[in-house]
């Protein structure tokens, strides 16, 4: 063999190795962000207040100065109640005002909470938050705050029991995000609660099941996302008529969803993604007449997919992806289009009407043959473009690209294949030079 020949040869080699490295290299997806609360344990020294006779020109009942400089709260001695990111809101009662709510945020894992200040704190405090605050739970808190009605703590307090919160009775809002509770069930916090209108305990750890009974039957938000409950969700939920957003997503529950959810006429939001729920779409959703916001993504959820959603006037996301539904997608164009989300990918049994909607809504299933079955195969997304009946259909590089797996590899695979036709020219120029040169030469 020519040597010139060789030479072309180990370039064209090299060139193929090339495309394959870059193909692997594309294909290796980024590790998302994980939202753990980021602590940082001693961000904050004691303020800079040194208690000072001029604590008289301010209008703060002086006990409760003197409890919110033992806390070593950042407060100016002049107007500690206008710190400009309320950290301390005060009523406006005279002659002295009163600390109503208190924030603590990334505080040092040595602030102390002492018996002493909250005492002084607890007659007129209604609203207490702490964000990146890594202190042990002051265990008497619950006992001395009795009037407090909000409450909340967000990557701080280490870990809280569930029969700590309960004693917290009087609470309309709870909100208890990243922090573990040590808790059998849900229900031992909630049980005594009466005036609750807001509960989140998200990303707690926290087991059991859904409670059954509610005593605060004005509770408008329930979120319960990402812990590890079991069990379905009890049909008893219908008695919170009030509820207007359920999140209980990234759980593990089961069953079906019970037919008294048609009762909450209040329903605005009901996220139920990431479970093993199972069963058809209960046809009392169709009565959810302020619902906006529906996913069942990412469940065992069967049957067909009801065509009452096109009536529904307020219906704003429709995320049914990653489920068992089959049949034919029963909307047009013009609704799916009035949606701001609509999902339906991962649904192997489920097609849609070719001749209804266009296959550029990019939907994430087959079209469907005659008798209303997916066109075979299944689009399984690696093989997607040799379905060659629909091959408009292929290019599905997904307009959003919100986490639902697979449908992003065929933007990379389309870059590889431009890659490749490229280097493929520049190859055949090569050889082409190299023939050139040999008849000129
Ligand atoms: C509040 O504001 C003060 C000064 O503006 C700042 O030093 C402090 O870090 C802020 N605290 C929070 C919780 O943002
Ligand atoms: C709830 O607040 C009321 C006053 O609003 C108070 O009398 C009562 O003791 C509080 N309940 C608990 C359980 O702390
Ligand atoms: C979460 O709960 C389980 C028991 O349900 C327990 O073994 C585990 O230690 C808990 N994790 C944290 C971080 O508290
Ligand atoms: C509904 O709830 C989900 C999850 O909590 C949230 O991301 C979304 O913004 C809510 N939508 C509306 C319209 O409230
Ligand atoms: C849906 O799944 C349930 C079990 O979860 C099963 O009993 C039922 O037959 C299924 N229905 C359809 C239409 O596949
Ligand atoms: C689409 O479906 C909705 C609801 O079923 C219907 O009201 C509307 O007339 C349909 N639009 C077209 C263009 O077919
Ligand atoms: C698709 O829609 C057309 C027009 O409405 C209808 O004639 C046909 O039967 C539908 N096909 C399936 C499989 O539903």
Not at 324 to 352: D, E, M
Not at 404 to 424: D, E, M, T
Request: hydrophobic share 35%.
């Amino acid at each position: 063999m020519d040597p010139k020949t060789t030479l072309s040869l180990l370039l064209l080699l090299l060139l193929l190795s090339s495309i394959h490295v870059t193909s692997t290299a594309i294909h290796d997806h980024p590790i998302p962000p994980s939202p753990s609360p980021t602590s940082s344990p001693r961000a904050r020294e004691p303020g800079p207040i040194t208690s000072s006779p001029s604590s008289s020109s301010s209008t703060l009942d002086p006990r409760q100065l003197t409890a919110l400089q033992s806390i070593g709260l950042p407060v100016s001695h002049r107007d500690p109640c206008s710190s400009s990111n309320s950290t301390v809101t005060c009523d406006a009662s005279s002659p002295f005002r009163h600390v109503t709510s208190l924030l603590l945020a990334n505080c040092s894992p040595d602030l102390d909470l002492s018996p002493t200040a909250l005492r002084s704190l607890s007659s007129s405090l209604h609203s207490l938050s702490f964000l990146n605050c890594p202190i042990t739970p002051p265990k008497h808190l619950p006992f001395l705050l009795p009037l407090l009605s909000s409450f909340s703590t967000a990557g701080s307090l280490r870990r809280v029991s569930g029969v700590w919160l309960a004693r917290l009775r009087n609470l309309t809002f709870l909100s208890v995000v990243g922090v573990p509770v040590v808790a059998t069930q849900p229900i031992v916090i909630v049980s005594q609660m009466r005036n609750l209108t807001s509960l989140t305990i998200s990303n707690a750890n926290l087991s059991g099941l859904v409670p059954h009974h509610w005593h605060s039957l004005e509770l408008t938000h329930i979120d319960f996302s990402s812990n590890h409950l079991t069990g379905p969700i009890p049909s008893s939920i219908s008695v919170l008529g009030s509820l207007e957003s359920i999140n209980l997503c990234s759980n593990k529950l089961s069953g079906v969803v019970p037919d008294s959810i048609g009762d909450l006429a209040s329903l605005k939001n009901a996220t139920l993604s990431n479970n093993s729920l199972s069963g058809q779409i209960p046809t009392s959703v169709s009565e959810l007449s302020e619902l906006v916001h529906l996913d069942l993504s990412f469940n065992q959820f069967n049957g067909s997919i009801p065509k009452f959603f096109s009536e529904m006037k307020r219906l704003k996301v429709l995320n049914l992806e990653n489920n068992n539904f089959q049949g034919v997608v029963p909307f047009n164009a013009s609704f799916i289009a009035r949606l701001q989300v609509f999902k339906v990918g991962g649904n192997s049994n489920l097609c849609y009407n070719h001749t209804l909607l266009s296959s550029k809504l990019k939907l994430g299933i087959a079209p469907c043959d005659r008798h209303g079955h997916p066109v075979s195969p299944p689009p399984d997304l690696s093989t997607r473009s040799d379905s060659s009946d629909y091959s408009e259909d292929d290019g599905n590089d997904g307009g959003d690209d919100s986490g639902n797996g697979g449908q992003g590899h065929h933007g990379p695979s389309k870059l590889v294949l431009g890659v490749a036709i490229g280097l493929s020219c520049l190859v055949f120029l090569v050889l082409f030079l190299v023939c050139l040169s040999k008849v000129c030469g």
